[in-house]
């Protein structure tokens, strides 16, 4: 099992920044990649940004050169540093954590609030 919590959520005005913090505990060894995914109301679920065991980071093109995914292994957590804000980018933002065993596994933070005023 991996628990996630997310912490850093928050209101600001378009234009400011905020930065997501996701500490990982339990079976950490069996992480492969970690990554921010989001949900506006009445929307689907999407990514964000991905960061995996190599360092190696992906995002989608909403967020790019605007958000930046970080990791600090020594703390098992992983940032979301979220630059230039819109009010597009409102959302509840959910860490997840996929996980190598017998199967691939997805676990899930419980999600934080993210508002942007315009």
């Known amino acids: 099992q991996v628990q996630l919590v997310e912490s850093g959520g928050g209101s600001v005005q378009a234009g400011g920044s905020l930065r997501l913090s996701c500490a990982a505990s339990g079976r950490i060894s069996r992480i492969i990649a970690m990554g921010w995914y989001r949900q506006a109301p009445g929307r689907q679920r999407e990514l964000v940004a991905t960061?995996?065991?190599?360092?190696?980071?992906n995002y989608s093109d909403f967020v790019k050169g605007r958000f930046t995914i970080s990791r600090d292994n020594a703390k098992n957590t992983v940032y979301l540093q979220m630059n230039s804000l819109k009010p597009e980018d409102t959302a509840v933002y959910y860490c997840?954590?996929?996980?190598?065993?017998?199967?691939?596994?997805?676990?899930w933070g419980q999600g934080t609030q993210v508002t942007v005023s315009s």
């Open positions: 997840n954590a996929r996980a190598q065993g017998v199967a691939t596994y997805d676990y």
């Open positions: 960061i995996i065991s190599n360092g190696n980071t």
